[in-house]
Structure formats: C-alpha cells, structure tokens
C-alpha cells in the first residue's frame, strides 16, 4: 500500500479533437477572457484563482493550455502590463507547471514537487532580477526569504494538485 504522497492520481483526462475547430476556439476564447480578467483584478484571491484555468487547459490538452498561456500573457501585455511579469513568473507558470505535471507523471509528490520547483524559481526571478515585490516587506530580505518562499511554493502547488484533481473528477462525471 503506498502513502498519500506516493499515490498515483489517475484522472479521466478529458479529451477534445487536437485541431482547433470553431467550437474549441470559441471555449479558447473564453477560458482567455476569465483568465485575463482574473488576473488583472488586483485582489490577492482572485490573482490565485489564474492557476486553475491554464492548469485544466494543459490537462484537456497540452497544445490548448500552451495556448490559453500565450493569448493571456499577449492580452496583458497590451492591457495591463504591471500584471504581465507576475503572470508569466508565477501564475501562469504554475497553472503550466501543475499542468505539465499532470500530463506527465502521475505521482502526486512529483507532481507537487514539480510545480513547488518551477513557482519558486519564478518568483525568485521576480524578486532579484526584475525587482518586483511579490512577497510584500520580505522581498529586501534575500536570506530569509528563500525558506519562506519554498514552504509557500510547495502549499501552493499541493493546494493547486488537490484542487484540479477534484474539478476534472467533476467535469469527467459531468461530461458522461
């Protein structure tokens, strides 16, 4: 019997055609729009709310989450470009990460362990290189700040794994 951590999550990915028909356009579209909208609210909840549609998306399809990552970011871009950086760095590339995960290995731990990594080193390179303060007053503190920063990444990522395992469990059962 293996551990929580060492289970493998077996979801019922669901499928659409690969090609981009009218029709999953018009969800591309969609899914974009919400995305956008949420991360350019400015509200620290709704800002955590960016990691799920991208991570769905790379789940449904890897070419439509690449997709939905791309138009957002291009959508921001013009639209708000404050929000750009930290939608690229740390949103966007964990929604990409937990997604990626997902398609890639089914072990919760490495799953978890995957997107911890990628989210840390974004919001690293948020931090030090384009000096954005994501983290609030503990961005000046280089030496402290990376403990911190693992342990949230890591809850992140773990909280986001849960979350998407539980909405396509849904959306499988919804679609039969």
């Given amino acids: ?19 981009f028909t009218r029709r999953n356009f018009f969800y591309l579209l969609i899914v974009v729009s919400i995305t956008t909208l949420l991360q350019m609210a400015n509200l620290p909840l709704l800002n955590l709310l ?3 549609p991208i991570t769905i998306c790379i789940i449904i399809h890897p070419l439509l989450g ?15 470009p ?10 966007g590339l964990a929604g990409l990460s ?5 398609q890639l290995v089914r072990t919760r731990i490495v799953i978890v362990s995957i997107g911890a990594c ?11 290189r ?3 303060p ?8 280089k030496d402290e700040v990376f403990p911190i920063l693992v342990l949230i990444s890591f809850l992140y990522s773990w909280i986001w794994t849960e979350i998407i395992r539980v909405i396509v469990k849904n959306l499988a059962a919804f679609k039969k």
């Fill in 50 to 52: 960016v990691t799920a």
């Fill in 118 to 128: 990628v989210l840390a080193t974004g919001i690293e390179i948020l931090l030090f």
């Fill in 98 to 102: 937990v997604g990626c995960g997902y």
């Fill in 82 to 91: 404050g929000n750009l950086l930290v939608f690229m760095f740390a949103t």
């Fill in 134 to 141: 994501v983290l609030g007053s503990l961005s000046s503190q």
């Fill in 1 to 19: 019997m293996k551990t929580y951590w060492g289970k493998e999550l077996y979801l019922e990915l669901l499928s659409i055609e690969p090609y």
């Fill in 130 to 132: 384009f000096h954005v």
């Fill in 66 to 80: 690449t997709a939905v990552y791309f138009f957002v970011s291009l959508l921001l871009f013009f639209l708000q």
